[in-house]
């Protein structure tokens, strides 16, 4: 399967129409180099793909690099099992919330992974020797007789077929009452920060049992609680910087040299409310589901129900740029509210030059747009669409005005297909989208530096 | 005439939707005690907001006639608190239903007190509908009871998110209005 270069990596079983809640993706990220794709899901495994490097003859042309090969499995491993919380009598899901890589400074990778309640670290690294000739143990691990050994042997290293290993490092857990939803690796490359509703943590990557508090927002009185945090994330290059969103639609930007609780925010950046647009489902849909930094650490890039949102760092009075997602959806929140599609929480990303910005939709749509033009267009993960080598085509959904053919109408738009979590390769063009529970890898050919249009 | 037949079409319709979403909100509340991986903190509090706002504005919409004759006039209080007077001792003059389908008799100012008489029949039935169409048996009966009691602050607010849904250009905003309101509810 390997070889062929027309084999899918996509799932092409039809006649599987149903699908394991467990097999669901929900979580997808790139490694640093971008040679390793990691995926989540429901039932607590984790999978981690390699991209393959192809031989260097056949494609070093102007402009394309080295490898510009597939994603094959690399590695499986069930980082988290389904656990029980005795004391309050509640089941712990193993779904993986999150999975962030660490920088890597060895042969070794590691990864952090969380769920609701537990982060851990996973060291996965490669074994392709193994030692021969022992002395007093013959190949299958049997102890030789001692008196037919009548000459000693060093034991050598001979290849073999490549295994990987993955094994469980540190175990960070009972650091979080309410449910994880986020981690951020810090620049230090010694911390990492893990935020639950109410509450972020910052711990050393080396010690489990210990972990510093730095925001609380828990009120005295549950009563008076009016928001939750949703994402958290450092700052790229400043290990003193992180920013936090809110449930109200708000960010803030916290610098941890100020004081040890960065419960006051250096900065707030708020939106004010446009009092025209109010509805019975205005705070449901302001709230923030994903938030990134750019590249540069100059910009952060927000995610909320119907649009994504990028900031400047230095203005906090409002964002300096506002894309619509689904628009159209506008008027049909009610209906969205009542089959419970407004509570999605959509990721959104950054291309490698900051230049692109992508987020998901629902009918397998998922939505790019260009910061320079600020044009959007409309791209679907569907494998009937989307053979190998295929070129994407764009999609539209009629919502009034001219009908083109393909236009797909908004009330046929298939609310089950969410595109959720998504990730871009760190230098590349190339995109992880997960759907529902396939996994769909696109790769810029013709022009892998450049923008994807 | 026709106007006000219509703004009162208006004034159903968001009754209804306020009252489904407020039924569906606490029917998502409570199959999420059952859910696996406990109690989602984040659902559970928008649940609960679109409940309060769902809430108020089923309250604001009952409020129509007293709205409708406070659009005219900027400050909100003063016939609120001539209503609340009024509800002593006034007797009912002009026939109940007649004002309450046609509020446009009742734009007229505070002083004009055979305007303010229906307050006690609205109260009364909203009183009754809150209980019946509102409250699901299952709750207890002590909330429609302090309802009453936080009722001149509710009407205070409940004045206020209506003016902002029929797009008066009033000043005050959405944000100040949720808070007192929560807290008000809170208490319950």
Not at chain 1, 112 to 128: A, F, P, Q, Y
Not at chain 2, 87 to 109: A, C, H, I, Y
Request: proline share 5%; aromatic share 8%; with cysteine.
């Amino acid at each position: 399967m390997g070889e062929d270069a027309e084999s899918p990596k996509i799932n092409h079983t039809f006649l599987r129409d149903y699908v394991t809640e467990a097999d669901v993706i929900s979580t997808v990220e790139f490694n640093q180099t971008g040679d390793l794709l990691a995926t989540g899901d429901k039932g607590g495994r984790v999978v981690i793909f390699q991209r393959e490097t192809e031989s260097k003859g056949e494609s070093e042309e102007v402009g394309e690099t080295g490898d510009s090969g597939e994603y094959n499995v690399y590695s499986t491993f069930q980082s988290h099992e389904p656990d029980f919380d005795y004391l309050k009598s509640l089941e712990i899901e193993e779904k993986i919330n999150k999975i962030r890589w660490l920088p890597q400074q060895n042969a070794a990778h590691f990864l952090l992974s969380t769920n609701d309640k537990t982060i851990k670290l996973w060291k996965v690294s490669e074994r392709d020797k193994r030692p021969e000739g022992y002395n007093l143990k013959d190949e299958e691990g049997r102890l030789k007789d001692i008196s037919t050994i009548t000459s000693l042997q060093v034991p050598v290293l001979k290849p073999t077929d490549l295994m990987v290993e993955v094994r469980p490092r540190r175990v960070f857990s009972n650091g979080h009452t309410y449910h994880v939803n986020s981690i951020s690796v810090n620049s230090d490359g010694e911390t990492y920060l893990s935020a639950d509703d109410l509450r972020i943590n910052m711990w050393h990557l080396g010690i489990t049992d210990r972990s510093f508090n730095i925001v609380d927002i828990k009120p005295a009185n549950m009563e008076d609680l009016t928001e939750v945090i949703t994402a958290a994330e450092f700052h790229p290059h400043h290990c003193h910087l992180f920013v936090y969103s809110s449930s109200k639609g708000t960010l803030r930007l916290c610098d941890m040299r100020s004081s040890a609780l960065c419960d006051r925010h250096t900065k707030l950046f708020e939106e004010p409310e446009d009092p025209g647009s109010r509805s019975f489902f205005s705070e449901i849909i302001s709230s923030v589901s994903d938030v990134k930094f750019s590249h540069s650490g100059r910009y952060l890039l927000t995610r909320d129900y119907l649009t994504a949102k990028v900031w400047d760092l230095n203005m906090d009075k409002g964002p300096v740029e506002t894309y619509q997602v689904h628009e159209y959806l506008r008027s049909k929140l009610c209906s969205l509210y009542e089959n419970d599609c407004i509570f999605d929480k959509f990721e959104c990303v950054w291309n490698s030059s900051d230049s692109v910005i992508m987020t998901g939709a629902y009918n397998s749509f998922f939505r790019m747009f260009d910061r320079e033009t600020g044009r959007g267009v409309t791209l679907e993960a569907w494998r009937e669409s989307s053979k190998p080598r295929a070129v994407l085509r764009t999609r539209r959904v009629y919502s009034g005005g001219k009908r083109r053919r393909g236009d797909v109408g908004v009330d046929s738009l298939d609310f089950t297909k969410k595109i959720l979590h998504m990730a871009w390769h760190p230098s590349e063009n190339i995109i992880a989208i997960a759907a529902t529970n396939n996994l769909y890898i696109f790769q810029d050919r013709v022009n892998p530096e450049t923008q994807l249009q | 005439m026709g106007g006000a037949l219509s703004h009162d079409a208006d004034v159903m319709e968001v009754t209804a939707e306020a009252k489904r979403i407020m039924v569906v909100a606490l029917g998502k509340l409570y199959s999420s005690r059952t859910q696996r991986g406990g109690l989602r903190l984040h659902r559970s509090l928008l649940l609960t907001m679109v409940m309060k706002s769902a809430r108020d504005m089923y309250h604001a919409a009952q409020e129509t006639e007293w709205a409708a004759a406070e659009e005219q006039q900027p400050p909100t209080e003063e016939p609120t608190g001539a209503q609340i007077e009024l509800q002593e001792g006034k007797p009912l003059t002009s026939p109940g239903n007649e004002v309450e389908n046609s509020p446009t008799m009742l734009r007229r100012d505070a002083d004009n007190k055979e305007n303010m008489s229906p307050p006690r029949p609205t109260q009364h039935s909203r009183k009754r509908r809150g209980k019946a169409a509102v409250e699901p048996d299952f709750l207890p009966c002590k909330k429609a009871k302090l309802e009453q009691k936080n009722v001149p602050q509710q009407l205070i607010l409940s004045t206020v998110l209506l003016c902002e849904y029929m797009n008066c250009s009033s000043e005050v905003g959405a944000p100040p209005a949720p808070m007192p309101v929560q807290r008000a509810i809170a208490a319950c």
